[in-house]
């Protein structure tokens, strides 16, 4: 059953928000995100912050596992590559940040990219061990240079927000600033930055499934050799989606460094590309809403497992550590046995039940 209304002509069908509904929920959805800062507690603020990052991030694994269908663990890697490329820009040479993040993006493109040529002839498990070998080979690059990864392998971040800017003068981008009648703290500040950012990755990812170059990825995806027989080039179509990816993630690994202020090569391990993984699978796999809202769901469900997990029985007796890890699995199972497309799946359920509203077909 189709969940959209039948449209005969390619303009409607191209239109981001082709109905008045698309238009409220963007309306609604606007208001809420602009608003989120001023009403929740710093805590939740943070949340929100981390949120965003995540959506960032997902939607760079979603290019390349979801369009082109391979599969990766390194995911963590790239994220490294553009934390520690925002810290060094910024130590050294007090590069703004609105240049760090494409700069760190940048380098993790390069990286992407020469690993993506090693990976052309793998697929499946094969290529995940790749990805796998590229994490541990970055995070060894990274500690055996100090002058990358800071002393004990922890690297300070400062935002700088023009050239030639004082470490004391960017000490105050940290403070509470006035923009007119409005007065927002260094979280408040953040948020707003990383909130525009993440707008432009999903906005660009929504595009690119509608452009030629996304339609060749997902070609490959299906079937590299029938794309390949009606002319579609399965090795460009990868390369563009490792270096798509890599991009992206390297300007989540920024935005990341930019938040913690700190950063440490111990963080950018497994567990982190596993996490990825998870937030693509629990939203939807091919999809930019998939990303965006597994993402989300990842981090706020975190949240809430933290708060929960130590009242449960049995979970209130694992490690600190494993008890979210152990709730989040069992939440992750639980879906896809009910809806295999994950929260994408679910939504396309309500979707075709009030399209077909007061019908039950």
Known sequence: MPTRKLVTR???????????????????GLAIVLLFPFWVSASWLTVGNHALVAIVGAVGLMVLTGFAGQISLGHAAFLAIGAFTTAVLGERWQVPF?????????????????????????RGLYLAIVTLGLLYLVAHTLESYPSLSGTGGAKSVGMYVTFGQSPAEMRDVYEKMAYGPVILDWDQKLYFIFLVVAVLVAWAARNLTRSNAGRTMMAVRDQDLAAAALGVNPVRAKLLAFATSSFIAGVAGGMFALQQRTVTVEYFNLQISVEYVAMIVLGGIGT??????????????????????????????LPTGLQ???????LVIVVLVIEPLGLFGLWLRVKRYFLAWPFRY
Not at 289 to 307: D, E, N, P, Y
């Open 324 to 330: 979210t890890a152990v709730l989040f699995s069992i």
């Open 10 to 28: 390619y303009e409607d069908d191209l239109r981001l928000f082709p109905d008045l509904w698309h238009k409220v929920g963007l309306g609604l």
């Open 288 to 317: 930019v809403w998939g990303a965006v809202a597994g993402a989300v769901a990842f981090v706020i469900l975190g949240k809430l497992m933290q708060t929960l997990a130590p009242s449960l029985p049995y979970i209130g007796q």
């Open 98 to 122: 609105w240049l760090c993040l494409p700069a760190g993006g940048a380098v993790a493109t390069a990286v992407g990219v020469a690993a993506g040529l090693f990976a052309l002839r793998l």
